[in-house]
C-alpha cells in the first residue's frame, strides 16, 4: 500500500515477491474478486471458485522488465486459476505488462463514475459503496461531491495451471478477445517518506 498510488489495501489470497539479492523490489497480489457477476462470467458458473484478480502489481526501482519478470515468474508458481486484471486508462494505465506476458485483451470493463471532492479536485472513490462514510470523513455529504464519468477499465484474462484445465478454461471463457489496445502509459512515481520510488504497472 505504501508505494501503490491508490494508497487503499485490498484483499490477498497470495502474494509473490520479486527479490535482488536480499532486497524486495517487487510485489504482486492475487485476490477474489468483488464482484460475485465477474467470478461468474468470466468462464461461467462452473469456474467460478477458480477465479482470482491480479489486484496489486507494484515495482520498486526503473527496469520496466521486472514487472513482466515478476507476473511471468507467478503465473508459473499458480495452480489452476482463471486470471483477471485490468488497467486503468482513467490514470494513463494501457495494460502492456499483460501484453508482454500473453495474457487475452477482452475490452472494457463497465465504467462507474468518480466522485469528485469539489473543493479539492481530488477523487473520493470510484464507486458508490460507503460513499456516505467516505464524504463525513472529509466534512462533507455524499451529495456535495460531484459524479464524473470515467472510462472502463482495460479487462485481460489468463489461465494458469495444467495443460488440461488451461485448454478447457479458455474453451469456457466467455468474453471475445479483442486486439491489444495502444497508446501512451503513465508510471506513477510514489514518495510516501521512503528512500526510493514506486512505480506503479496495475
Known amino acids: 500500500m505504501r508505494y501503490h498510488y491508490s ?10 515477491g520479486l ?5 524486495l523490489i517487487g510485489c504482486v497480489c492475487y485476490s477474489v474478486p468483488a464482484s460475485y457477476t465477474l467470478c461468474n462470467g468470466v468462464c461461467g458458473p462452473g469456474y467460478r471458485k477458480d477465479v482470482l484478480e491480479l489486484s496489486r502489481l507494484v515495482i520498486v526501482g526503473s527496469d520496466k522488465n521486472n514487472a513482466s519478470r515478476l507476473i511471468g515468474g507467478s503465473l508459473r508458481l499458480l495452480g489452476n486459476q482463471v486470471l483477471v486484471s485490468y488497467a486503468d486508462p482513467n490514470v494513463g494505465h494501457v495494460g502492456y505488462v499483460y501484453q508482454a506476458t500473453n495474457w487475452i485483451y477482452t475490452g472494457l470493463g463497465n465504467a462507474e463514475p468518480a466522485w469528485v471532492n469539489p473543493i479539492t479536485g481530488e477523487i473520493v472513490s470510484k464507486t458508490r459503496r460507503h460513499i456516505d ?51 501512451d502509459t503513465e508510471r506513477h512515481d510514489i514518495d510516501r517518506g521512503g528512500d526510493v520510488s514506486g512505480y506503479l504497472f496495475a
Not at 494508497?7 to 509473490?16: E, L, S
Open 7 to 16: 494508497g487503499r489495501k485490498v484483499g490477498c489470497r497470495v502474494a509473490f
Open 19 to 23: 527479490f535482488e539479492a536480499d532486497r
Open 133 to 183: 462514510k467516505k464524504a463525513e470523513r472529509l466534512g462533507l455529504h455524499w451529495s456535495d461531491l460531484e459524479k464524473v464519468p470515467q472510462i472502463g477499465k482495460h479487462r485481460y484474462v489468463t489461465f494458469t495451471g495444467n495443460k488440461r484445465f488451461k485448454k478447457a478454461a479458455r474453451r469456457a471463457l466467455r468474453y471475445k478477445g479483442q486486439p491489444f489496445p495502444k497508446g
